[in-house]
């Protein structure tokens, strides 16, 4: 069980739900005929990307997480394909609210869930409005077909994350997405920064990794934002060996051979030379401890 | 003083010490005759890669460092230029050994120094033999022109090192290296995973990255190893802004408004947003704290 396909998907979001949700069964399906066992939906995918704008019924979107419609819907998606499928909602849990995975094993089991950590706010992106930063920790998740690291969107730029979860057993990375133009500074394309930023994760660690980003333009009461997709898979050195353009509906896939990569990543000897002793900057937000 | 003008040499290395020397000293002045203030020599230029082999007459190249050789002739270079310079060497110190950067001043003053804390082994690569795991903790120096963050080859595949000397204050992450073939496998050539981890960190700490490789075939007893040069200097999203090719003595240069880069940094908040709440994974080597 050495061998495993991965599979991206990007797609638009409208205010119809159930039509989201459709979309995204489809192209799990269309990825799931082609080979693909482990399929990444983008991040909140049931919804336009409400956080480009402050709006209190926006919470109204949220639901428990035991129940959560997204879940229960591709519960038998996962078990009637045999395909995992880490599964991007907005989760409300008591007075708090989260930008959640839930990963969905290939039986349709519910492995766990992983609450999104970094929360950005900035224009067009406010998320600190809705989430509270995530209280569960990174997260890898056994599945059937691989140890998988899960986290999203504003998560992959951190280089923390990325090693913590390699450093916790995970063999590939996983980061649903939204992300696209800037709404205060149109000249600001994020694109190749986005992308360096988790090939440099991919090639630190040594294993692949897989970012399905939204597409399309949604607009808000200030205004609207494009995402811009560019969607890829990266290889265990960091190089891009998939990629999909900036508007269309895509799914991309690629196989690994996580024993080779695990053998290469081993050899290469980086996991036996990290210095733990010396990381205590890491561990404060101004780097003097 | 916000505009600063980096570059990044490399050259082939005979087991003429002195010429070696006159050989840097000339990249570095016409270097310095473009424009560059900060400028970045490569790993143990003084000599050959001499950890191709494990052999201990080569720790007869070590100097104390008060007084090496090398920091006394860059020192008057750096202060004749009005330029920066970290100087790698091979340093003893009592009864150990250490790969080290000296930081020189554009006035020719000693700031400082760090050892390389991440050590290799493997074949064509015996550092374990010759250098002890640095101890000086990661570094950061306020030279004239900017603060840098300076590190040495193999440091360059952990994100955590160049984390760290962003979160210390560095502006400018540089790193001297020597890497080439892999003599058990030909088939390997790790200059693109080498150049995306980098471009990585550079991306995930939006600041310019300069690194520095050696270039040439050099023989030993066991056979020899080709240099891959292709040294390169990254902007502060990760985007290669110039790149040497395999095999040339070059001098490279960029010229970047570090104001404007920390405004950039700082607009986009990934320092804001950090969680080393959760990063404790990371001071462990198997993720289990």
């Known amino acids: 069980m050495s061998k495993v396909t991965v599979a991206a998907t990007q797609m638009a979001c409208s ?11 489809r192209l799990i399906r269309e990825a799931a005929a082609s080979g693909a066992q482990v399929i990444l939906l983008q991040e909140l995918f049931e919804t336009p990307y409400f956080c480009q704008e402050h709006s209190t019924r926006f919470f109204e979107l949220a639901h428990e997480l035991p129940g959560h419609p997204a879940v229960e819907h591709f519960r038998a998606v996962a078990r009637e394909l045999k395909v995992v ?55 890898v998740f056994e599945t059937a077909y691989a140890k998988l690291g899960v986290a999203i ?6 280089p923390e994350c990325a090693r913590a979860m390699a450093l916790m057993g995970a063999e590939v990375l996983l980061y649903p997405t939204a992300i696209g133009s800037e ?37 808000g009461e200030r205004g609207s934002m494009t995402f811009y997709g560019s969607s890829f898979i990266a290889g ?42 010396l990381y205590y900057p890491l561990l404060s937000l101004d780097g003097r401890g």
Not at 110 to 134: A, M
Not at 200 to 219: F, K, Q, Y
Request: with cysteine; proline share 6%.
């Open 183 to 219: 709404p205060h500074d149109p000249s600001i394309d994020s694109s190749g920064h986005w992308q360096r930023t988790m090939q440099g994760h991919a090639a630190a660690n040594v294993m692949p990794l897989v970012a399905s980003n939204r597409i399309g333009t949604e607009s």
């Open 153 to 158: 969107c504003w998560d992959q730029w951190f």
């Open 85 to 139: 499928l880490p599964v991007s909602l907005f989760e409300r849990a008591n007075n708090s609210y989260f930008n959640t995975v839930v990963m969905l094993d290939a039986d349709g089991s519910v492995l766990g869930h992983y609450r999104k950590s970094h929360i950005p706010e900035g224009p067009g992106y406010h998320e600190k409005f809705y989430f509270s930063p995530g209280d569960t920790g990174f997260k």
């Open 15 to 25: 205010w119809d739900r159930a039509a989201n949700v459709a979309r995204g069964e």
């Open 236 to 277: 265990p050195t960091g190089e891009k060996v998939a990629e999909a353009d900036r508007s269309s509906e895509t799914v991309l896939s690629a196989s690994f051979d996580l024993d080779q990569v695990r053998r290469y990543r081993h050899a290469w000897g980086v996991f036996r030379d990290r210095r733990p002793d």
